[in-house]
């Protein structure tokens, strides 16, 4: 339905609206000027929309021409609270906050979905629901717009979702990646707090230390992973803080590690809280402290419905050809609210490579450092992705055989020269 020639008018716009949001990046769930600059993007667009009650969300809805459901497509739009040393001429002017994860780009690519599916309103056999969610990183901005109602903005479920993110390694530019089931890991926070008895470093007789504890629990949760979970279904745990005492020679009171943890699947998810309570509560016995247990079960795995990713690497290979789209391997350790939209609905999230030419991916900046630079270009080549998606999904959906054929090549694909090289098989960080 669309080709590169057809998202070239709105480039220079939207490439202008991730520059402006990049330039003024917000954290959480309260992002009123994010929330100000896409709701000015949209206007003019025939959509309905609405706003959220208890985050700074949009929702906006395009009726098709003609009758048929609705699919959904995502754009996250917070930031994160990292000081930015990427060096571009439109960086944060906020001090310790970046769109270091390129939530900039998701957000204008919808936008410019938007635009694209509003100009052909009247050859969508369905409705398209546009979700610009605050709130990705850490706070379930997904599952709160959720709750709200945004998968029956328009008056019935949506049939699929998808969403797409930039990679600033591993991906060259313009490559995309998706694979069916598990692409993300489960998420989750564990924060442990031993309590003994402080006292003299001299004389640790008199005291019950809670340092040792710590320092075992630490160590015992490493060769729990390698003994307790399938090499084949794997997870990853990782202490990344410890504190306790405040001198050299005092024996302090308590003390604290946090932790996280990612696991891909439901069954390993369960195996690895419940082995994580027993380790840490045993080895607290046998020291003869006493220990708090908070494990945060924060983002569940992000599991791409097979039919819907296997539809959408066709669709996207279509447009763009077989080695600009690519099935990744293997999942990524990294998590993402997403997985509860997908935990509603069958739907695909993918990745887009936006690594600047002249940068080697396997070396560049991963998304989340101070230093990730994303290329503006893909901004429109998002927005393409997303919007073909979008119509081939609602085409496929139809029963009116007058429909476009989401089955038939696209007549073009973007300049080849924006995503220099092909990329084998890889998986994005």
Known sequence: MFTASDVLPYADRLISLRHALHREPELGLDLPRSQAK????????????????????????????????????????????????????????????????????????????????????????GDVVFMFQPGEEGQRGAK????????DAAGSRVIAAYAIHVASTVLPLGVVATRPGTILAASDSVTVTVHGK??????????????????????????????????????????GSIHAGSAFNVIPASGTFQATV???SPGTHRTIQAAVRRVVRGIADAHGVRVEIDYQANYPVTVNDPAEAAFALATVQRLVGPQRAVQAPQPVAGAEDFSFVLEQVPGAYLMIGAVPPGTDPATAPMNHAPQAIFDDRSVPEAALVLA??????????????????????????????????????????
């Open 388 to 429: 073909t998606l979008a119509a081939a999904r609602l085409a496929a959906a139809s029963p009116d055989p007058s429909s476009p054929d989401s089955s038939s090549p696209a007549s073009s694909s973007w300049d080849s020269s924006a995503a220099p090289g092909s990329a084998a098989p890889g998986t994005p960080e």
């Open 144 to 151: 709160v717009m959720i709750d709200e109602g945004v998968l």
């Open 262 to 264: 990612r696991t891909f």
């Open 198 to 239: 402080g006292g003299h470093g001299s004389s640790p007789h008199l005291a019950v230390d809670p340092v040792p504890a710590l320092c075992e629990m630490v160590t015992a949760l490493q060769t729990m992973v390698t003994r307790t979970v399938d090499a084949f279904d794997p997870a990853v745990l990782t202490v």
């Open 38 to 125: 896409v709701l000015e993007a949209l206007a003019g667009l025939p959509l309905e929309i609405t706003t959220g009650r208890d985050l700074t969300s949009v929702t906006a809805v395009l009726r098709g021409g003609r009758p048929g459901p609705a699919v959904l497509l995502r754009g996250d739009m917070d930031a994160l609270p990292v000081p930015e040393e990427s060096g571009v001429a439109y960086a944060s002017t906020i001090p310790g906050v970046m769109h270091a994860c390129g939530h900039d780009i998701h957000t204008s690519a919808v936008v410019g979905a938007a635009h694209l599916l509003a100009s052909r309103r009247a050859e969508l056999a």
